[in-house]
């Protein structure tokens, strides 16, 4: 979080140092004044994240200054303090746009945390407000958004090597937008006026695959009524997306295989074979090399393909691009639906950031749509999520970690032994059971 500015109004000197202290103490920016009207003044003329006021003052009390606060500038949350803890209080503290309260005497810890939450939320409610203005800017790279590092490395990897006719393999998690990299890589190279011809080698059953890909003659089996050109040759001019490849069987490999080599194709039954002229990317979310090594799949198809790799992060490795999808997703979904849905809550914002999505991009997807059909308000809530994302918590205790992909256990596994063998790749290969070439590779794999 950055440093919040914090202006405090208390008719009592001493109060207002001692309260100073401990929030500049916890990297604060703090000003105080002894009366409402001098801090309402200074709140006018500059900019505070956070107001807190006493009720009782002199004058203009803490619930008039809290009204103007909230009346002036609505995105700043007030925290009020008050001696009397009724709720009477408490419901005109909520009818002034109070924050939050806390009622004397409190404990210091107490009062931290809820200027620390204010904080908090003004920042949210900012960055919402922020994301508004660039989800259809520079922010967007053909139909994927990101700000992050991480992102912004693939973005980059995408240009350098668009219009290379080199096989590029995507990596990374179910639901991260592996295909949207395929479409990408296709639309920005050469052959962007050719087919984009997509197929899920997991969906296909495996009888069907190969006469699927290479073709098959009038004939050939019993369903051939008519003779099929097959995938490879209706991308020809194109690019040839295979999707889910760790998914495909051992014993159409070596097809493969052949085919990428010599360019060519035997559709099923026919005597001859077909050139084809593709740009082959290939995407999964499985381990290939693990697989490879577990005889599921075969070492030189692996290398031939693997030649280029973007490996795309899960969505809870990239900062507020969380925040930033959500936006475009509530505006695509309000369209659709005709809802007027402008964006997020600052609460709601709040947890989508605390949760771990195991989904990825298209969990929050659904999660968002969900959210716009059910939304009320001009502003998804808390109470729109699922339920699972409204009541999660992301504990810090060893034993109540995250449900997370094996994949990201294992990047957070190694990275822990790196730490404690002290970058001695040697020792961590040993304490890991790897090879030393095995462990450079998950180094590279996993950006360690």
């Given at each position: ?8 109004a ?27 009207q ?37 995105q ?56 508004r ?11 994927m ?102 998914e495909?069987p051992?014993g ?10 010599e ?10 074979e ?6 082959l ?33 899960p ?6 691009d969380?925040?930033l ?34 989904g ?39 034993g ?21 063998t ?27």
């Open positions: 979080m950055t440093t919040a500015r914090i202006l405090i208390d008719d009592d000197a001493s109060m207002c140092s001692m309260l100073s202290a401990h929030l500049t103490k916890r990297g604060f920016e703090v000003e105080t004044f002894t009366s409402a001098a801090a309402f003044d200074a709140h006018r003329s500059r900019d505070f994240d956070v107001v807190v006021t006493d009720l009782n003052m002199a004058g203009m009390d803490g619930l008039e200054l809290c009204e103007r606060v909230v009346q002036n500038s609505p700043t949350p007030v925290v009020l303090i008050t001696a009397f803890g009724s709720l009477e209080t408490a419901i005109g503290a909520i009818r002034a746009g109070a924050y939050d309260f806390v009622p004397k005497p409190f404990e210091i810890e107490t009062f931290l945390l809820a200027i620390e939450r204010a904080a908090r939320h003004r920042e949210l409610q900012a960055e919402v407000t922020r994301l203005s660039v989800v259809a800017g520079a922010s967007r790279f053909d139909d958004l990101g700000e992050s590092a991480a992102m912004r490395r693939v973005f980059e990897l995408i240009e350098r090597v668009a219009d290379s006719d080199t096989s590029v393999l995507v990596t990374g998690e179910s639901g991260t937008g592996k295909e949207l990299v395929a479409r990408a890589l296709h639309r920005r190279s050469a052959r962007r006026d050719g087919p984009f011809v997509p197929v899920n080698c997991a969906a296909v059953p495996e009888a069907l695959l190969e006469s699927e890909l290479f073709g098959h003659t009038r004939g050939a089996f019993t369903d051939a009524r008519t003779a099929r050109s097959g995938l490879f040759v209706e991308a020809s001019g194109g690019t040839l997306f295979l999707d889910e490849l760790g495909m051992l159409l490999q070596p097809k493969l295989l052949r085919a990428l080599e360019r060519v194709v035997r559709p099923i039954g026919a005597s001859a077909v050139p084809f002229d593709v740009r990317v290939a995407a999964t979310n499985t381990d290939l090399e693990s697989a490879v090594e577990e005889g599921r799949f075969r070492a030189d198809l692996f290398y031939r393909i693997n030649v280029l790799q973007i490996d795309l992060p969505l809870r490795r990239r900062d507020n969380t925040l999808l959500a936006q475009r997703f509530v505006e695509q979904c309000a369209e659709r639906s005709g809802k007027r849905v402008t964006g997020l809550s600052a609460p709601a914002a709040q947890k989508l950031l605390a949760y771990a999505w195991p990825n991009v298209r969990e929050l997807k659904n999660a968002i749509e969900r959210a716009v059909t059910l939304a009320r308000y001009a502003e998804v809530v808390v109470e729109d999520l699922p339920e699972k994302i409204q009541d999660y918590r992301r504990s810090r205790s060893d109540d970690e995250p449900l997370l992909p094996m994949a990201e256990v294992e990047r957070r596994h190694v990275g822990r032994v790196l730490e404690a002290g970058g001695n790749k040697a020792e961590a290969a040993r304490i890991l059971g790897f090879d030393r070439t095995t462990l450079y590779r998950k180094l590279q794999r996993y950006d360690l």
